[in-house]
């Protein structure tokens, strides 16, 4: 049985992780997947696949993540709470931990009304907060959520989402605490625009002392153009796009827009390395998964650590 998880000893040894993301095909077709890995493989300690992203109907995260595992990737499995009740979840964990899982991200999951079919009824048993304490009961107590007895607990190193950026702000420092006093190892925020807010949130965080209970890995998304930039300041709820970052975007011609995005990412990532109570990043290049190995060459990030 595959050892414990790379990123948990990438981040324990302390060096800035660098961890990716890979959106699953809508098909039963494994190429992109495979495609997509060979731009991520060495550039990254770990590797998200999304569960259902956007609500819309992806091949499942724990079989995008075997054949990830397949590429010599180490995939980070994905659980939204809206898909499943707990003995779905259980059993779940469960046959990804034993087919080499061992990394979980758990998530509540965008509202099925967003996605390809609003009509679907959503779960949601039980929250993200006691999803991540579930694992950590089967984990560390090798017990179900029920009582009984698990005979091989899965060892898994659990991760949570926080977004520093929705309202009201006073508030996430502490949903970020309820989720580090449920057992995330370590959190994934969404992906950050306004530093100003970032520094400030993650200011909170260490001052409260929950950067030295859980490793926070900031997300960046680089802009691919002005559109985008308007797009996700205009429409994307719970993300914060600075008026400076259009204005940026505004300065430069239509083509060189992506290589600004780029650059930007890169300014970010620099000051995620000094910043204090920040593990590492999570990049969020979906459907750019190509320019992964050129980001990370630019922010200095290679060669990734061997634990």
Request: glycine share 8%; aromatic share 6%; proline share 5%.
């Amino acid at each position: 049985m595959k050892s414990g998880s790379n990123l948990e000893k990438v981040l324990k040894a302390g060096h800035f992780a660098f961890t990716g993301e890979l959106g699953p095909p809508r098909g039963a077709n494994d190429e992109p997947i495979r495609k997509k890995a060979g731009f991520l493989k060495g550039n990254v300690d770990m590797v998200n696949m999304t569960d259902n992203q956007t609500a819309m109907v992806r091949m499942s995260s724990w079989a995008a993540g075997l054949i990830a595992i397949e590429e010599g990737l180490e995939p980070n499995y994905q659980m939204v709470c809206r898909d499943r009740n707990r003995l779905a979840m259980q059993a779940d964990i469960l046959g990804a931990y034993a087919h080499g899982l061992r990394n979980i991200l758990c998530l509540t999951g965008d509202h099925q009304q967003f996605g390809d079919h609003p009509h679907a009824k959503g779960v949601f048993d039980i929250d993200s907060i006691q999803l991540v304490a579930m694992v950590k009961k089967m984990r560390d107590e090798g017990k179900f959520l029920g009582g009984d007895d698990i005979d091989v607990p899965p060892k898994m190193f659990i991760g949570a989402a926080a977004n520093p950026f929705a309202d009201p702000f006073p508030w996430r420092v502490h949903r970020l605490a309820k989720k580090v006093a449920a057992g995330a190892d370590f959190i994934q925020t969404q992906c950050v625009y306004n530093m100003k807010k970032m520094r400030e949130w993650v200011k909170q965080a260490v001052d409260m002392g929950l950067t030295e209970k859980t490793y926070i890995l900031a997300g960046v998304t680089p802009m691919k153009a002005l559109g985008m930039a308007k797009y996700m300041k205009n429409k994307v709820p719970g993300i914060e796009v600075p008026d400076e970052v259009i204005k940026r975007l505004q300065g430069v011609e239509k083509k060189k827009q992506a290589e600004e995005g780029i650059k930007m990412a890169i300014e970010q990532i620099e000051e995620f390395k000094e910043m204090k109570g920040v593990a590492g990043v999570h990049l969020m290049a979906i459907e750019w998964e190509h320019k992964v190995p050129e980001i990370a060459e630019l922010a200095k990030v290679l060669p990734r650590p061997v634990v």
